[in-house]
């Protein structure tokens, strides 16, 4: 039986919107990017032969149309209000007296919802299909990006379900959530492209292109907070309004809670403003609303703010301040990192002098120089940064401008500085000789995560470093309690629980200790990995870097790094000194012979498709299994997947049990 065009319109459709609902919704991509393009392509062509066969909905309608050659002015119906600001509990009780005085009523329900920052956007549907969509402008007109807004994944096109009132216009902001921000903007810095300063600026640019196939591939999405004009009923109080919103498909926050009274507004402010810097997208504040319609409604407004909402404001995360100077900092690498000295400013919650300049390529692109009026953002735990220069900086106390110079040695030691091809960082060649990068390893050495030594902090290292009682990480382990007691500000007291913890730090685990030895892109994970894998520093040590890039977490790159490390004799010395002096770990635990499949040896070859054959390998060493790479008489299992070749005709041979790997994950399924 043939297909009719308009059932496989249909089919088409189904499959692309749960394959688009998979990777921008639940960034879970089920299908390949080549899959979806080519199931769009036919849906494109059916629906040029048939016209009549294009639905409001479809997905073909998102991908952006023809660029404009400038936005149309829509006038509002209703105008789009700004809101009155808070900024202390004291605003907000002046704020509730405000509200309960004009009521004549004391219980006060609020709706608390967070201030997203991004973009105010207000979106027409004319019996459930989205017919206009508009920016804020001035508040009465704004300007109609219709056809960008279509592109917003999570924009309904048309509103599904019972009750949607004839003509209803929701408004609501649209955002970049960071993780999709920090990838845009990875992916725009590997291409030499435009970086963007924070979401809000990417979410603006973006909604502001006149070709909206731009837009469409921005990481846009939006979330409906308000009404507008409405021909029709809705429910009598807003977060039952939002709701309704919601079951006709509209993105509403989830963090929306209505409280009673004001003393749980600032419960709320609280609550939230602690997950600020975890939550998924950037915030400035928090919105509060009186709840009921009708109260809302006999508050009323004043000029261009209502009197029933006040955005309470949390401490910016970015202010302007001036550019004192330029410090050099080395690194454990010997990277040589420019640290911007500012003018203290409070920003995020703390005063700020110091900021990090990344690299050369980073100032030249601010095009900052000393003098300059800057922008200093501070978002949560990450290091301030400069953002931007303020672009009229001639009225900073110092009009004299002095460009930015990169030593030509190393600030610490002297050495030469060179950068290496494809890198933006220069770096000091000195390495253990240069002080600066010798602390720095000593302080990466001794911290938590690596060996974890209590009491050797950064003054300390500093002392020994500097008293040349530390010339490498093993001389740590040299320390005498007389050295000790000798350095400044060390008592006897003092020193013995230095030494004893030194003592203590001696028995590490080998990811431990691998993490400690500071190899460059060497971080915790990629550090449990290798130790899962070679399970002795010998077998890492002498691994090629063919095999390294076997691991999981490790490329090219890393590989060469890792290989770099080992081949340095200094290195092996200093690695051998250790263990003479005493650092020891316990055998790598998935090797412990424990497990449901302890005292079976297994094979793994051929191409697996989810996942690599070393994390296959190491999967079933955490359950207990030996892996070998050779096929013999001792190999209990064979795991081929396909191209298995010479190993699989071998076990065949002996008689071997093999599983492909449809079977192994339902064996992995059971057993872990
Ligand atoms: S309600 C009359 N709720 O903040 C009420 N606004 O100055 C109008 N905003 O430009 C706004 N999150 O784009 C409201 N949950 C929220 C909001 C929110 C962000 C923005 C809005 C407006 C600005 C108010």
């Known amino acids: 039986m043939t297909t009719l065009p308009i059932e496989e319109a249909a089919a088409l459709r189904a499959k692309i919107l749960a394959w688009a ?14 899959d979806y393009d080519q199931a769009m392509k036919q849906l494109e062509a059916l629906e040029r032969e048939f016209p009549d066969l294009v639905t409001p909905d479809s997905p073909t309608q998102r991908v952006g149309a023809a660029p404009l050659s400038e936005f149309e002015s829509v006038e509002h119906r209703l105008p789009m209000l700004s809101l009155d600001n808070a900024f202390s509990t004291d605003d907000m009780d002046d704020f509730h007296r405000r509200v309960t005085e004009r009521l004549g009523d004391g219980d006060v329900s609020y709706c608390c919802e967070p201030k997203l920052d991004g973009v105010a956007v207000s979106v027409v549907y004319e019996h459930g299909a989205l017919v206009l969509a508009a920016t804020r402008g001035d508040g009465t007109c704004g300007e109609n990006i219709t056809a960008n807004v ?16 004839p003509y209803l216009e929701v408004r609501g902001e649209v955002v970049i959530p960071r993780d999709a921000f920090e990838r845009m903007n990875a992916q725009a810095r590997a291409a030499n492209e435009k970086v963007f300063v924070n979401p809000r600026n990417a979410a603006a640019g973006s909604l502001r292109q006149l070709d909206s196939r731009i837009t469409a591939r921005r990481p846009l999405a939006f979330t409906a907070y308000s009404i507008g004009a409405v021909e029709g009923d809705l429910p009598a109080a807003h977060d039952a309004i939002l709701q309704r919103l919601s079951e006709w498909g509209l993105p509403i926050s989830e963090y929306m809670q209505t409280v009673s009274g004001i003393v749980a507004c600032d419960d709320y402010y609280e609550a939230l403003a602690g997950q600020r810097d975890t939550l998924p997208f950037d915030i400035d504040g928090i919105v509060f609303k009186v709840n009921g319609m ?80 800057v922008v200093v953002r ?289 064996m992995l399924e059971e057993m872990e």
């Open 294 to 373: 009708a109260e809302q409604e006999r508050l009323g407004c004043v000029s261009r703010a209502p009197r029933w909402a006040i955005a309470r404001k949390f401490p910016a995360q970015e202010v302007s301040t001036q550019l004192l100077g330029v410090d050099f900092q080395v690194g454990r690498t010997g990277a040589i990192t420019p640290v911007a000295r500012l003018q203290p400013v409070f920003v995020g919650g703390v005063t700020v002098s110091n900021a990090t300049l990344h690299n050369a390529d980073e100032i030249e692109r601010l095009g900052v120089q000393v003098g300059d009026t």
């Open 378 to 666: 501070r978002a949560g735990d990450v290091i301030p940064q400069i953002v931007s220069v303020v672009e009229d900086n001639t009225s900073g106390s110092s009009p004299e401008r002095a460009p930015i110079v990169f030593p030509g040695q190393c600030p610490d030691c002297g050495s030469y500085v060179a950068r290496e091809e494809g890198e933006a960082v220069i770096r000091c060649v000195g390495g253990m000789a240069c002080g600066a990068q010798l602390k720095a390893v000593v302080r990466h050495f001794a911290s938590r995560k690596a060996m974890d030594i209590e009491g050797l902090g950064d003054k300390l290292i500093d002392q020994l470093v500097d008293d040349g009682l530390v010339r490498s990480v093993a001389d740590v382990f040299r320390l005498s309690q007389a050295q000790l007691a000798a350095l400044e500000r060390m008592g006897d007291k003092s020193s013995e629980n230095l030494l004893a913890s030194i003592q203590l730090s001696r028995s590490t685990t080998l990811p431990k200790f691998i993490y400690a030895l500071g190899i460059r892109e060497v971080g915790e994970a990629t550090a449990r990995a290798l130790a899962n894998y070679f399970l002795e520093m010998d077998a890492l040590l002498a691994a090629s870097t063919d095999l390294l890039e076997g691991v999981d977490d490790v490329g090219p790159i890393v590989a060469r790094h890792i290989r770099g490390f080992a081949s340095d004799e200094r290195n092996q010395h200093v690695i051998a000194d250790l263990l003479a002096l005493g650092v020891n770990w316990p055998p790598v635990a998935v090797d412990s012979g424990e497990g449901p499949l302890a005292g079976a040896t297994w094979v793994v070859t051929g191409k697996l498709e989810s996942m690599s054959r070393g994390d296959a390998e190491q999967r079933l060493r955490a359950l207990g299994a030996k892996t070998a790479s050779s096929v013999s008489a001792k190999t209990s299992t064979v795991l081929a997947g396909p191209g298995a070749g010479s190993k699989r005709k071998k076990a065949e041979e002996l008689g071997i049990s093999i599983v492909d790997e449809t079977e192994w994950l339902a």
């Open 150 to 165: 279509r592109t917003i994944s999570n924009v309904p096109l048309m509103l599904s379900g019972g009750g949607v009132p």
């Open 21 to 34: 609902e998979a990777y921008f919704e639940r960034d879970a991509p089920v299908v390949p990017d080549a």
